[in-house]
């Protein structure tokens, strides 16, 4: 969420900013129900003042043994309901301030390149090269169904589409890329979490799915909580509403779940395979950082996610996106596009963003500086590390054999226990 009064002076660049990520508001009625709300707390301050005037002035006369006059008491009476009407009022104001600023996407930062959509993100590195095949390479739904370790068509039956089945050395290799990438990031200082899929109101609002994204997420029928999109809802909701100290941060949390999306949208995107299903598996990756600190923070949050790609010898790209194309609450995101060589093509396979104050604003997330410096909302961060399913996907592609086996990456092989999936 933004700061009201990052708005209230600076509206012309807020309107810019919105207009770089396709984003047309009119900050007018956000203005006049904020000088609105000023004139009704001025109102209320004054009305109180009176009150304890008059409060005052008949304790007096009691204390002195007289009655105050009916004319008194009802003042302070009419006084009393004013108040009310005003505070009621106060509340109608600030909630609809709250909605209006709820809806608003993150500003920019001046690094990221303005654009309409994806074509305009930058490349900004390489890691590896596309593999080359001497053999017309297939895509991972077709691998996997021969091989028998994927069906769509049961998870279809149960569930309907955008679902699959994992069997046999398929569920050894979904179980072990989990595994691994959680000892990875371990290993470079990331503190494991295991937290709920089902999560309330306030945490899906705290990270921004709420109330804008209502349509993209699965709600529960008969209580008021939300399955989880990505494990980034629950870790960053740890500590909502608190205030950490300076010599705390930054805070590194690595936590697997399951993740959960509609997928709205996105209607005939994708329908093969395991790229854009309705549950998945995903490692997530967050931190909790000092304001100075956090675009460095994001350069070393995209190096850890690189780096469980370079360990599986994945080849990928990083793409910084542009304003039009970025994720409502992000302020920059670096997108990793892991190589499919069955597709020919680069697919994304972790977002990793720096939100700056957006979510801790949202969560009343504060640090406290140790010599004196005023509290602040401390940044957040997230990414990836990195998606399940997709690396599934790129291990298929990237290690399939003429056969139609699938040697499994080198650091796998003490998870998984076997060294190739051999056709059947």
Known sequence: MLDIKFIRENVKEAVKAMESRNQKINFDQLLDWDNQRKTV?????????????????????????????????????????????????????????????????NIPDESVPVGKNEQ???????????????????????????????????????????????????????????????DAHQARGYAEIMAPYLVNYASMRGTGQLPKFDEDAFKCANDDLYLIPTAEVSVTNIYRDDVLEESELPKKYVSYSACFRREAGSYGKDTKGLIRNHQFN??????????????NELESLALDAGNVLELLGIPYRVSLLCTGDMGFASSKTYDLEVWLAGEGEYREISSCSNFKDFQARRMNIKVKYKEGKKRDFLHTLNGSGVAVGRAFAAILENYQQEDGSVVIPEALRKYTGFDIIKSK
Do not use: Y
């Open 282 to 295: 995903k490692v997530e990756i967050v931190k909790f950082v000092k304001p100075e600190d956090s675009m």
């Open 41 to 105: 707390i001025l109102d209320i301050e004054q009305l109180r003042l009176k009150r304890n005037k008059e409060s005052e002035e008949i304790g007096k006369l009691k204390r002195e043994g007289k009655e105050p006059s009916r004319e008194l008491l009802a003042e302070i009476n009419q006084i009393r309901d004013r108040i009310q009407e005003e505070e009621k009022h106060l509340l109608m104001i600030e909630s609809q301030l709250e909605d209006f600023l709820l809806r608003v996407p």
């Open 120 to 182: 305009s993100n930058k490349i900004v590195r390489f890691s590896g090269d596309p593999i080359k095949f001497p053999f017309k390479a297939k895509c991972h739904w077709e691998i996997g169904e021969k091989l028998g370790i994927l069906d769509f068509e049961t998870a279809s039956k149960i569930s309907g589409s955008r679902f699959a089945v994992l069997k046999n050395e398929g569920c050894a290799l979904e179980r072990a890329l989990i595994n691994f990438f959680i």
